[in-house]
């Protein structure tokens, strides 16, 4: 069996675990979710599909992932570099809390919070200060993946296939000499349709046409 290269799709079960105090921080198991208290009922369950090579995974998760075939498993230790990078001194800012009251925010220390469309989490609240943390959550943080690598998809109209499945979207499909014709139904809500698109184009590169129901 190959080994998966930049492109492929590849279907996926993992855990992963922060290696200073050993607490689970994402699976994709609900049972391992739930008893790990991150159970969320807003995020899919089972195993994922994700483009390979193309940056929709971390470094280091990809790296461990070019080693496997299909049906391997592994345990992978990933260091911060390859994670989520180093903390930023210069992403923890001051804001007052007169700013964030004028939102409608009472912030409190471990908040996460939504400034301007990024992410911040609340270090402290004093003295009508608020520390904010733009860093990611994950910065800074040593990492190990518990990693299933199940399938690995190469064939472009299986990767088209798999790609619609997985947007709920059934894709009119034609194999021409020289590339692939592929036709996105126009009922597909629009972001939806612009998602799975960016991911045919990623995937199947100039292999592809891809135009949207007329």
């Known amino acids: 069996m190959a080994k998966p290269k930049a492109g492929d799709l590849v279907r ?23 008893s790990s208290g991150i159970y969320s009922p807003q995020l899919p369950y089972g195993p994922r599909l994700v483009l390979f090579g193309r940056g929709f995974m971390i470094p280091g998760l990809e790296e461990g992932l070019s080693q ?9 230790g990933i260091p911060f570099e390859k994670a989520f990078g180093p903390k930023i ?50 910065a800074q943080q040593n990492l190990t993946y518990h990693l299933n690598l199940l ?9 088209a296939k798999a790609l619609g499945d997985e947007y709920q979207a059934v894709l009119q499909l034609e194999k021409k000499s020289g590339h692939i014709s592929v036709v996105v139904p126009k009922a597909l809500e629009a972001g939806r349709a612009r998602g799975l698109i960016a991911q045919l184009k990623a995937s199947l590169g100039e292999e592809a046409q891809i135009q949207v129901e007329s």
């Not at 809390?97 to 409190?108: I, S």
């Open 12 to 34: 996926i079960t993992f855990t992963g675990v922060l290696d200073s105090d050993q607490s689970v921080f994402e699976s994709t198991d609900e049972g391992v979710a739930r």
């Open 68 to 76: 496997l075939e299909a049906g391997q498993s592994a345990r992978i």
């Open 89 to 138: 001194p210069d992403l923890v800012r001051v804001m007052s809390e007169k700013q964030l009251a004028r939102g409608g925010v009472t912030p409190r220390a471990g908040q996460l919070l939504n400034i301007e469309g990024v992410q911040a989490r609340v270090k402290s609240v004093s003295s009508g200060r608020v520390v904010l943390d733009f860093n990611h959550p994950l």
């Open 151 to 159: 399938e690995v998809i190469s064939d472009p109209m299986t990767k």
